[in-house]
Protein backbone atom coordinates (compact mmCIF):
# COMPACT_ATOMS: atom_id res chain seq x y z
CA UNK A 1 0.00 0.00 0.00
CA UNK A 2 1.47 3.35 -1.25
CA UNK A 3 0.82 6.44 0.28
CA UNK A 4 -0.85 9.06 -1.74
CA UNK A 5 2.01 11.47 -2.73
CA UNK A 6 4.29 8.50 -3.62
CA UNK A 7 1.53 6.90 -5.99
CA UNK A 8 1.60 10.58 -7.26
CA UNK A 9 4.74 11.08 -7.98
CA UNK A 10 5.73 7.58 -9.35
CA UNK A 11 2.68 8.21 -11.61
CA UNK A 12 4.99 11.75 -12.51
CA UNK A 13 8.00 9.73 -13.08
CA UNK A 14 5.99 7.06 -15.87
CA UNK A 15 5.23 10.11 -17.44
CA UNK A 16 9.05 11.94 -17.95
CA UNK A 17 10.17 7.94 -18.71
CA UNK A 18 7.55 8.31 -21.54
CA UNK A 19 8.97 11.38 -22.50
CA UNK A 20 12.49 10.09 -22.75
CA UNK A 21 11.09 7.24 -24.85
CA UNK A 22 9.49 9.95 -27.19
CA UNK A 23 12.33 12.11 -27.12
CA UNK A 24 15.19 9.41 -27.99
CA UNK A 25 12.32 8.42 -30.61
CA UNK A 26 12.58 11.49 -32.04
CA UNK A 27 16.44 11.41 -32.31
CA UNK A 28 16.31 8.37 -33.80
CA UNK A 29 14.57 9.72 -36.71
CA UNK A 30 16.51 12.52 -36.91
CA UNK A 31 19.76 10.30 -37.21
CA UNK A 32 17.99 8.46 -39.78
CA UNK A 33 17.28 11.67 -41.97
CA UNK A 34 21.15 12.38 -42.05
CA UNK A 35 21.57 8.96 -43.44
CA UNK A 36 23.60 8.01 -39.87
CA UNK A 37 21.67 4.11 -39.29
CA UNK A 38 24.05 3.14 -36.68
CA UNK A 39 23.02 6.23 -33.98
CA UNK A 40 20.03 6.10 -35.08
CA UNK A 41 19.74 2.51 -33.99
CA UNK A 42 21.34 3.33 -30.79
CA UNK A 43 18.55 6.11 -30.30
CA UNK A 44 15.96 3.44 -31.02
CA UNK A 45 17.22 1.19 -28.56
CA UNK A 46 17.36 3.64 -26.14
CA UNK A 47 13.10 4.59 -27.11
CA UNK A 48 12.89 1.56 -26.18
CA UNK A 49 14.49 0.81 -23.02
CA UNK A 50 12.78 4.41 -21.84
CA UNK A 51 9.41 2.47 -22.40
CA UNK A 52 10.58 -0.08 -20.49
CA UNK A 53 11.55 2.15 -17.28
CA UNK A 54 7.93 3.06 -17.43
CA UNK A 55 6.49 -0.11 -17.63
CA UNK A 56 8.92 -1.04 -14.66
CA UNK A 57 7.18 1.68 -12.84
CA UNK A 58 3.92 0.52 -14.21
CA UNK A 59 3.85 -2.86 -12.57
CA UNK A 60 5.32 -1.71 -9.74
CA UNK A 61 2.70 0.57 -9.03
CA UNK A 62 -0.03 -2.23 -9.89
CA UNK A 63 2.00 -4.40 -7.43
CA UNK A 64 0.71 -2.27 -4.57
CA UNK A 65 -2.77 -1.72 -5.47
CA UNK A 66 -2.17 1.68 -6.21
CA UNK A 67 -3.85 3.82 -9.42
CA UNK A 68 -2.30 4.28 -12.87
CA UNK A 69 -2.53 8.09 -14.25
CA UNK A 70 -1.32 8.38 -18.15
CA UNK A 71 -0.50 11.95 -18.50
CA UNK A 72 -0.43 13.52 -21.34
CA UNK A 73 3.43 13.00 -23.38
CA UNK A 74 5.18 16.73 -23.99
CA UNK A 75 6.32 16.99 -27.92
CA UNK A 76 9.68 16.40 -28.03
CA UNK A 77 12.00 18.43 -30.31
CA UNK A 78 12.72 17.10 -34.10
CA UNK A 79 15.51 18.55 -35.51
CA UNK A 80 19.22 18.84 -33.81
CA UNK A 81 22.01 21.06 -35.40
CA UNK A 82 24.58 18.06 -34.95
CA UNK A 83 24.60 14.77 -33.96
CA UNK A 84 26.93 16.44 -30.70
CA UNK A 85 24.22 18.80 -30.03
CA UNK A 86 21.71 16.04 -30.23
CA UNK A 87 23.89 14.11 -27.58
CA UNK A 88 24.11 16.60 -25.41
CA UNK A 89 20.71 17.17 -24.88
CA UNK A 90 20.72 13.22 -24.42
CA UNK A 91 23.06 14.35 -21.36
CA UNK A 92 21.77 17.37 -20.04
CA UNK A 93 17.92 15.32 -19.98
CA UNK A 94 19.59 12.53 -18.23
CA UNK A 95 20.64 14.44 -15.55
CA UNK A 96 17.54 15.60 -15.27
CA UNK A 97 15.78 12.17 -14.86
CA UNK A 98 19.02 11.64 -12.57
CA UNK A 99 17.69 14.61 -9.66
CA UNK A 100 14.06 13.37 -10.34
CA UNK A 101 15.24 9.75 -9.32
CA UNK A 102 17.10 11.44 -6.43
CA UNK A 103 14.09 13.16 -5.41
CA UNK A 104 11.66 10.24 -5.39
CA UNK A 105 14.36 8.65 -3.35
CA UNK A 106 14.34 11.40 -0.59
CA UNK A 107 10.79 11.04 -0.67
CA UNK A 108 10.62 7.46 -0.08
CA UNK A 109 13.03 8.27 2.99
CA UNK A 110 11.19 11.14 4.12
CA UNK A 111 7.68 9.06 4.21
CA UNK A 112 9.63 5.55 5.30
CA UNK A 113 8.26 3.64 2.24
CA UNK A 114 11.22 1.55 2.37
CA UNK A 115 9.40 -0.82 -0.28
CA UNK A 116 9.51 1.99 -2.67
CA UNK A 117 13.77 2.89 -1.58
CA UNK A 118 14.33 -0.61 -2.51
CA UNK A 119 12.33 -0.61 -5.68
CA UNK A 120 13.93 2.73 -6.81
CA UNK A 121 17.96 1.18 -6.33
CA UNK A 122 17.79 -0.63 -9.91
CA UNK A 123 17.01 3.54 -11.10
CA UNK A 124 19.86 4.45 -9.28
CA UNK A 125 22.35 2.25 -10.72
CA UNK A 126 20.71 2.89 -14.33
CA UNK A 127 21.21 6.72 -14.29
CA UNK A 128 24.61 6.02 -13.44
CA UNK A 129 25.32 3.77 -16.74
CA UNK A 130 22.90 6.33 -18.78
CA UNK A 131 24.89 9.22 -17.88
CA UNK A 132 28.02 7.31 -18.25
CA UNK A 133 27.04 6.07 -22.21
CA UNK A 134 26.30 9.62 -22.82
CA UNK A 135 29.58 11.37 -22.05
CA UNK A 136 31.44 8.75 -23.55
CA UNK A 137 29.70 9.07 -27.23
CA UNK A 138 29.98 13.02 -26.19
CA UNK A 139 33.64 12.59 -26.18
CA UNK A 140 33.94 10.20 -29.33
CA UNK A 141 31.77 12.88 -30.95
CA UNK A 142 34.16 15.68 -30.15
CA UNK A 143 37.40 13.77 -31.47
CA UNK A 144 35.79 13.05 -34.65
CA UNK A 145 34.50 16.59 -34.86
CA UNK A 146 34.47 17.45 -39.00
CA UNK A 147 35.84 14.33 -39.42
CA UNK A 148 34.04 12.08 -41.79
CA UNK A 149 35.45 9.39 -41.99
CA UNK A 150 35.45 9.23 -38.09
CA UNK A 151 32.16 9.82 -37.63
CA UNK A 152 30.97 6.79 -39.97
CA UNK A 153 33.38 4.38 -37.95
CA UNK A 154 31.43 5.54 -34.97
CA UNK A 155 28.02 5.29 -36.49
CA UNK A 156 29.40 1.50 -37.31
CA UNK A 157 30.20 0.87 -33.98
CA UNK A 158 26.54 2.64 -32.50
CA UNK A 159 25.05 -0.39 -35.36
CA UNK A 160 26.12 -3.02 -32.81
CA UNK A 161 24.43 -1.99 -29.95
CA UNK A 162 21.79 -4.77 -29.24
CA UNK A 163 18.26 -3.93 -27.13
CA UNK A 164 17.68 -6.31 -24.55
CA UNK A 165 14.37 -6.42 -23.05
CA UNK A 166 13.75 -5.89 -18.80
CA UNK A 167 11.77 -8.29 -17.53
CA UNK A 168 9.02 -5.88 -16.46
CA UNK A 169 6.45 -8.31 -15.34
CA UNK A 170 6.57 -8.59 -11.84
CA UNK A 171 9.56 -6.65 -11.60
FE1 LIG B 1 17.15 7.31 -19.62
O1 LIG B 1 16.68 6.45 -18.03
FE2 LIG B 1 14.87 6.31 -17.95
O2 LIG B 1 14.50 8.04 -18.27
Redesign the pocket.
Known amino acids: MLEKKMEEALNKQIN??MF?AYLYLSMSAYFDSIGLKGFANWMMIQYKE?TD?AMKIYNYLISQGADIYLYSIKEPAHQWESPLKAFEETLKH?QH?TQCINDLVDLAEDIKDRATYNFLQWFID??VE?EENDREIIEKLKLVENNKSGLFMLDKDLSLRKYSPLITEGN
Open positions: EESEHEIEQE
